[in-house]
């Protein structure tokens, strides 16, 4: 039985992302750092519905020796890790002139250098596998308003690429960028609810997972998951 690690796993995308692979029969470490009720919940459920070994570790990842600490303890516990998905996540609404050296190094830290030295503990560990980076459709505009969270995310995508050349087709990187609309509500399967605005259900977002993993051609591929909006995004 396969195991992944998913970071950020207390809420939204990463709660989803936990359920549905306890839910395909992978053993599932989850990393959280303050959502512990949610976490605790999330445990309770897969617990109670699945056979599968799961276990939570709590860390504050801006620590970087947390990094090693983690990731050392979920080895010993689950024997190996398959596949690492790197989902934590912080979001400001912080333009460039409000930009400051904590908003950059909590943006560039959890977007940029914890998937980095993740992916390295990853590679030491395992000869084999699959890292998913969770970016962000909005890479593919050059928005100013968030610009210490977006300039880590095109940071994010282009480790994604050079990952891929680094460990060849060893270990496969992808990357998948959801659409704005994740950051705000998700609501699954519903459309027409601010204009014309389509919000993604979130098991879409499961089933792109599904194919990066179970797909071996796929390699340093960024899959946009946004209904096409990137294609329209101007500078805004």
């Excluded at 999330?42 to 599968?52: G, P, T």
């Excluded at 705000?184 to 977002?205: A, G, M």
């Amino acid at each position: 039985m396969k195991t992944i690690l998913i970071t950020g796993a207390g809420r939204r995308i990463g709660k989803e992302l936990a359920i549905h692979f306890a839910s395909r029969r992978y053993n599932v470490a989850l990393h959280y750092n303050s959502s512990e009720q949610n976490i605790k919940d999330i445990r309770a459920c897969i617990e109670s519905n699945f056979d599968v070994d799961v276990n939570t570790y709590q860390a504050n990842l801006l620590e970087y020796k947390n990094i090693d600490i983690m990731y050392d303890r979920i080895i010993n516990d689950f024997g190996k890790i398959d596949i690492l998905i790197n989902n934590a996540s912080v979001f400001e609404e912080v333009g460039f002139n409000e930009t400051t050296i904590d908003n950059l190094n909590s943006n560039f830290g959890l977007h940029l250098y914890v998937p980095l030295l993740l992916s390295q503990k990853f590679a030491e560990h395992s000869k084999k596998g699959v890292i998913i980076n969770m970016i962000d459709a909005f890479i593919a505009s050059n928005s100013v308003h968030y610009f210490p969270y977006l300039l880590s995310k095109k940071s994010l995508a282009d480790l994604t690429k050079m990952l891929a050349v680094e460990f060849q087709n060893n270990i496969r990187v992808n990357g998948i960028c959801v659409g704005r609309a994740k950051l705000k509500n998700i609501l699954p399967n519903k459309t027409n609810v601010k204009k014309d605005r389509k919000f993604l259900p979130l098991q879409d977002i499961c089933s792109i997972a599904d194919m990066i993993i179970e797909q071996e051609s796929l390699n340093g591929q960024l899959m946009y998951m946004d209904y096409g909006e990137s294609l329209q995004y101007k500078n805004r």
